[in-house]
């Protein structure tokens, strides 16, 4: 059997190793925690420089790019231009002061020759050092050629692959350089296709550098001293190395790499970096060391600690008496090895609260005069001085608080007291650690995820949280309060004009102005962009909230700022909503003050407009906005739908098949269809009709032959544009490549244009309908005789088809006048050479007036009411 002595003496050391492992865990995990905050820290570090060295270089070719357009401006402003002029631009530009590392600005000159097409080198500046170029033909250079070539087509700036330059080899100088380059064509209206800039060019201009000038004088010196960089060319299937800022080793030790592709004038160069060993290895290999030794340290001191603890209680029931005489060395045992221990420990009578002992810990947080001090006076929550004068100071629970010490030193600690029992008496054992540290990052974190980091003003999400919280009030009969949606007019003036760094100056200057002006209890944020929101508590009534929005006003109206020699007069629309009923959504809060503030910008900007729901416009408005939210997703989510109403003949047709307009709805949650009078005014008020226009050209040009159940006998689809699709001067190429794409006959496409949109901007819509009806496209004048029914400009107009508006149409038997333009349209449509068709039929008689009067052909829901198209049918 196993005497009681060993059975005590094992159980001390279970408790011991208990204690070790517990210690040792924890210290494992905080140098672990140690080890990912230091990598994350130098990551940030990292990475923050090496994103700043990728905007620098790309700055620098930018820069370099806006020198040749400036040279080429002049040479597109003159057809002659002289040596002197283009010496004199050299001189004016100073581009050496910028760019070091430029070589030469060079003028290079098509020239045709029996052999084919030169570009040879006339003018080039400065004219020291580059002799050898004046006459060089840019075909002896393969990779300049090319980029010449790509410039040419393009008609953008253009990079080369690296080549080495002619004056470097005449001067005995080693490196590689690079030509940017831009076309020059011959004066008028810039060439749109890629035969006419061929057939207009007349010479290209180039800025060639040293490469490992352009890109070196790009990067900041700390990236340098600390990171390695490598810059290659990916372009084509080799990579070729441009840059590298050292040739020794890199430290991989953490596994750090920065890699990132720019795009830049037709070239793709691969960015790398590897951070260098001075910098990071000793960091690494180092940092948190002291921590883990210092924990196994205390693990083991710990453990020690319980084993003396437990086993000196053990020992003391079995041999009481003896352990009286060794109490004083086991003492100081326990002091020696507490002193050792990072936590602080106090021992306290239980009485009046007189601390006893402190460990080295203690004492160099609180201070050296801290034993003889009470208890109470350490802490600054007067709830817990009152516990530790009662009966229960907390039964070891930890909680976290203030700590005092001498010299008014004031910290964070996670604390515990106990009660035990001691030869002396009762007593209260303290332990704390200090977590001041951790606090000030919690707190940072938290002030992080609640403000926007550039006005330090409340962000979208806590402006959210203080408005729901104001929501609550009201449900208890709070005072009402007022929510105000500020949007800056002109913003994007500023940022277009001066940038957006001085747009960000603007916000930052303006949060401070408005911050002046708030009050107790009220909230400034900023909500995105330069949009604001303002919740001013404790307003009276809408008379006070309306007179705390013109102060608000007021404070930001007339306010200039000042940049870079520019001034600008700031102003702000607002748009306001009484927070005085319980149960509203902030959602729904939020959505009528930012419609109030759409309904201030377009009363004339710079002035209040609060939200009612018993105001017809902005009732409206709001809807339109919903709408306009609804569609900009109704492509992903599939709620857009093509129906088809066929267009009838009256007369025999030249090609067999029918003929339809496409007409567009809108498929709500119900799977309701929606006409487009409820959608399409929000559409063209918000800006999206060019979008919904360009998804119902693709999707009828992709499915054109499952539109109609007659497939590919299908004669022709008539596809509506809108204004602002038609004044898009991209619309037209893009149609044509569509059609070419999807392999769709032009001559079966027509694109309906109304008579308003035509006038509005008749040249625009001239050269639209020129583009379509060159490759065989038809163009129909739609609702003719609903604008201005102005017969003289159809002769400019390229149309093949005239469209009658169905008001004259549908009351043409019973009113003469009406019956009088419906014959007059189409006589005149009929000698201009133009088809004919008549909108709103409604019965049979009118289809037979209609014939009478050679019409061609004639639409109505009578006649034929939308069906969906095939491909889009359940």
Not at 525 to 545: M, P, Q, S, T
Request: include cysteine; hydrophobic fraction near 45%; charged fraction near 25%.
């Amino acid at each position: 059997m196993i005497s009681q002595p060993s059975r005590w003496r094992v159980a001390a050391w279970l408790w011991s190793l208990l204690a070790l492992l517990l210690g040792l865990s924890l210290a494992l995990a905080a140098h672990d925690q140690q080890k990912q905050r230091l990598r994350a820290e130098r990551t940030l570090v990292r990475n923050e420089l090496a994103n700043k060295a990728c905007i620098s270089l790309q700055s620098q070719l930018h820069a370099a790019e806006s020198l040749l357009r400036a040279a080429q401006s002049l040479f597109l402003s003159s057809e002659e231009v002289e040596a002197g002029e283009y010496a004199g631009f050299y001189a004016n530009m100073r581009p050496r002061e910028q760019f070091p590392s430029l070589l030469a600005l060079a003028y290079a000159q098509r020239e045709l020759r029996p052999d084919g097409e030169h570009y040879v080198t006339r003018w080039v500046e400065p004219a020291t050092g580059n002799d050898s170029l004046v006459g060089l033909d840019v075909g002896t250079q393969p990779r300049n050629l090319a980029g010449l070539l790509a410039s040419r087509d393009s008609d953008q700036a253009t990079l080369s692959a690296p080549f080495h330059p002619v004056q470097l080899a005449g001067s005995g100088m080693a490196g590689e350089g690079v030509t940017l380059r831009l076309p020059i064509y011959s004066t008028g209206a810039p060439p749109r296709t890629v035969e006419e800039r061929r057939a207009r060019m007349r010479g290209s201009i180039a800025a060639s550098f040293r490469l490992d000038g352009l890109i070196g004088n790009s990067l900041p010196d700390s990236l340098t001293r600390n990171l390695r960089l490598q810059i290659s060319d990916v372009t084509g299937a080799q990579a070729l190395l441009l840059f590298d800022s050292g040739n020794g080793p890199v430290w991989l030790g953490d596994g750090y790499r920065y890699e990132r592709k720019l795009a830049y004038g037709g070239r793709v160069w691969n960015v790398r970096m590897w951070p260098l060993p001075h910098y990071t290895g000793a960091g690494v290999r180092g940092g948190g060391q002291a921590t883990l030794w210092a924990g196994v340290l205390s693990s083991i001191l710990l453990a020690l600690l319980v084993y003396s603890v437990v086993s000196t209680r053990q020992r003391a029931l079995e041999l009481g008496w003896r352990m009286s005489r060794r109490y004083r060395e086991s003492e100081e045992r326990f002091r020696a090895l507490n002193d050792l221990l990072p936590a602080l420990v106090l021992l306290a009578e239980a009485g009046d609260g007189r601390i006893t002992y402190a460990n080295q810990a203690a004492r160099a947080r609180l201070g050296e005069q801290v034993v003889g001090r009470r208890l109470p006076e350490l802490f600054e929550d007067p709830h817990l001085r009152a516990r530790l004068g009662g009966a229960d100071p907390g039964d070891g629970a930890w909680t976290e608080t203030f700590l005092h010490g001498d010299a008014g030193l004031r910290f964070w600690a996670d604390v515990a007291i106990s009660r035990i029992a001691l030869n002396e008496g009762t007593m209260l054992l303290m332990v704390a650690s200090d977590i001041s540290e951790q606090r000030r990052l919690t707190e940072r974190l938290s002030h992080q995820a609640s403000h926007d980091a550039l006005t330090e003003l409340y962000n979208r999400r806590e402006f959210e949280l203080r408005l729901q919280a104001a929501l609550d009030k009201i449900d208890a009969a709070a005072p009402p309060a007022v929510l105000l949606y500020l949007d800056l007019d002109q913003f994007k003036l500023i940022n277009d004009t001066s940038g957006h760094l001085a747009g960000d100056q603007l916000l930052t200057q303006l949060a401070a102005v408005m911050r002046r002006q708030l009050g107790v209890g009220d909230v400034l944020a900023r909500l995105g962009g330069d949009e604001f929101g303002v919740l001013v508590a404790n307003v009276a009534d809408r008379a006070a909230a309306e007179q705390a929005a013109e102060h608000m006003r007021r404070c930001i109206d007339g306010y200039v700022f000042s940049w870079e020699k520019r001034s600008y007069l700031v102003s702000a629309s607002i748009g306001g909503v009484l927070v005085d009923r319980p149960g509203v959504l902030v959602k729904d809060l939020l959505a009528q003050a930012d419609t109030a503030c759409y309904m201030a910008k377009e009363l004339g900007r710079n002035r209040v407009h609060f939200y009612s729901e018993r105001d017809d416009e902005t009732v409206r408005r709001h809807g339109e906005m919903e709408w306009a939210n609804r569609l900009r997703w109704a492509v992903d989510e599939g709620r857009l739908v093509l129906a088809y109403q066929e267009i009838l003949p009256l007369s025999p047709a030249d090609e067999p098949g029918p003929s339809v307009e496409l007409l567009l709805r809108f498929r709500d949650e119900a799977g309701e269809l929606v006409v487009p009078g409820v959608f399409l005014p929000a559409a063209e008020r918000y800006g999206l009709m060019p979008a919904v226009d360009r998804w119902v050209i693709e999707t009828a040009l992709v499915h054109f032959d499952r539109l109609h159940p007659a497939g590919a006998g299908l004669r022709m689809v008539a596809i509506n544009l809108s204004g602002a699709s038609v004044e898009d001067e991209a619309l037209a190429g893009r149609i044509i490549g569509w059609l070419r794409h999807y392999r769709v006959d032009p001559s079966r496409v027509c694109f309906e244009i109304t008579e308003t949109v035509a006038v509005r901007n008749l040249s625009q819509v001239v050269r639209f309908m020129e583009q379509l009806r060159a490759v065989g496209c038809k163009v129909a004048l739609d609702d003719f005789g609903a604008g201005m029914s102005s017969f003289t400009y159809l002769k400019n107009l390229p149309l093949d088809i005239l469209k009658i508006d169905g008001s004259f149409v549908r009351d043409m038997l019973t009113d003469p006048v009406s019956h009088l333009m419906v014959r007059a349209v189409t006589d005149i449509g009929h000698r201009l050479g133009l088809e004919i068709v008549a909108e709103w039929v409604a019965d049979a008689e009118t289809v037979q007036a209609l014939a009478t009067l050679g019409v061609n052909g004639v639409q109505g829901f009578s006649l034929h009411r939308p069906e969906l198209a095939v491909f889009q049918r359940d």
